[in-house]
């Protein structure tokens, strides 16, 4: 018995076919794309997965980071995974619900999930305010960013509206990435 006809069938009726699946490879908010932060320094660090799943004009995402780069720390009182260099770049995931989607031009919940905070390595315990935001654009048919800085201290109470990132454009600012460890950030 032939099984490639009813192969070809069942991709079929599941919507799907290989020629298909091989267009959407090119899309940046289309299936699964490594999360790379990068150094000014050429530094590359895969700290992870996203995939994305178009659904009309928003796209729903499931992140995942990769911990074999990173370290446990533990500072003031919460225990955190940092990424070692220069500075230490601890992830502080989003803690609250929030939808997982994105579009081609909003990237808020995404970069939710992807806050850092940076210390030097002899300082004492957390400093929150020294928090990392990745302000992200699609450009070459990648997910590009660069660090904005933000207060972390914000994210210590649920916000009011749930459904709305709580850093938006008046919460963040530039910072000149030149100093920090990993101030880039490449989807692809």
């Given amino acids: ?5 009813l192969a070809t069938l069942l991709l079929t009726l599941a919507g799907l076919s290989l020629p298909m699946a091989s267009a959407h490879s090119d899309d940046p908010l289309s ?3 490594r999360i790379i932060l990068k150094g000014n320094k050429g530094e590359q660090l895969n700290i992870g997965s996203v995939t994305f799943v178009p659904k009309g004009k928003t796209v729903s995402y499931t992140i995942t980071i990769d911990h074999t780069h990173f370290t446990d720390y533990f500072l003031s009182m919460k225990e955190m995974k940092c990424l070692e260099g ?7 995931p989003y803690p609250y619900e929030q939808p997982r989607t994105v579009s081609a031009d909003n990237f808020s919940w995404l970069a ?9 390595k002899g300082e004492f315990g957390a ?6 935001y ?11 960013g660069v660090a904005q800085a933000v207060d972390l201290n914000q994210l210590a109470a649920p916000p009011d509206d749930l459904s709305t ?24």
């Fill in 86 to 92: 220069p500075e230490l770049w601890c992830h502080l």
């Fill in 31 to 33: 299936g699964e794309k």
């Fill in 134 to 144: 990745y302000q992200m654009k699609i450009e070459n048919g990648r997910i590009l």
């Fill in 112 to 120: 939710h999930d992807l806050l850092f905070m940076y210390k030097k």
């Fill in 1 to 5: 018995m032939n099984l490639l006809p």
């Fill in 165 to 188: 990132p709580p850093f938006g454009e008046f919460e963040r600012t530039d910072i000149e990435p030149q100093p920090r460890f990993l101030p880039f950030v490449e989807i692809r």
């Fill in 127 to 132: 400093n929150f305010w020294n928090g990392i």
